[in-house]
């Protein structure tokens, strides 16, 4: 594994770990649903994205989580089942 490439998936997982948190302390205190949402498909597609990079791919600016799915899914089958919640989420 590349150690650059290890250290910009760091820097993604956090970014993607403070989304998740920020979203759980918007709903934990009676937030609107919305941002909230928006902060959960954020962090799905930052932890694709840190995935991804650990592998090797280079960075695409994307938003689309089926298409972050699909790249991942060619490093494990496993991703094939978050399609509907990648769906969800957008």
Do not use: C
């Not at 302390?25 to 994205?49: S, T």
Request: charged fraction near 35%.
């Amino acid at each position: 594994m590349n150690e650059n490439n290890k250290i910009k998936a760091e820097e993604w997982f956090e970014k993607a770990r403070r989304d998740y948190e920020s979203a759980k302390l918007i709903l934990r205190h009676g937030g609107y649903a919305d941002p909230a949402a928006v902060l959960l498909q954020q962090a799905v597609e930052k932890y694709l994205k840190g995935y991804l990079i650990v592998r090797g791919w280079k960075l695409i600016k994307t938003h689309d989580l089926r298409f972050l799915i699909a790249e991942a899914e060619k490093h494990n089958g496993d991703f094939a089942k978050f399609y509907d919640l990648a769906d969800k989420l957008t």
